[in-house]
Nanobody, 114 residues
Framework: QVQLVESGGGLVQPGGSLRLSCAASISIFSINVMGWYRQAPGSQRELVARITRAGTNYADSVKGRFTIIRDNAKNTVALQMNSLKPDDTAVYYC?????????WGQGTQVTVSS
């Protein structure tokens, strides 16, 4: 069983930055897949960024603006979000795949508005 706790969401103006953090209840050293998803009202949950042993990948809509950062020493995965746009408004979820099981955080709201 893995518990994930997210933090760092909030309200930010267009062009601003936020950093989301996800803390895992276990050592993440052996976790192969970690990532962030988001879900806007009326939309399906979509992949934002993912980090695996092979590297990282990002949704086209966030490339060059978002960075996923894994810290094995702190058992965290963060999402640095820069140049935020109103279309980035959503609930953001941390995800890990461990032992062929998917685990999700509770979600954190990000609102980009002036």
């Amino acid at each position: 069983q893995v518990q994930l706790v997210e933090s760092g969401g909030g309200l930010v103006q267009p062009g601003g930055s936020l950093r989301l953090s996800c803390a895992a209840s276990i050592s993440i050293f052996s976790i192969n897949v970690m990532g962030w998803y988001r879900q806007a009202p009326g939309s399906q949950r979509e992949l934002v960024a993912r980090i695996t042993r092979a590297g990282t990948n990002y949704a086209d809509s966030v490339k060059g603006r978002f960075t996923i950062i894994r810290d094995n020493a702190k058992n965290t995965v963060a999402l640095q979000m820069n140049s935020l746009k109103p279309d980035d408004t959503a609930v953001y979820y941390c995800h890990v795949r461990y032992g062929y099981v998917d685990y999700w955080g509770q979600g954190t709201q990000v609102t980009v508005s002036s």
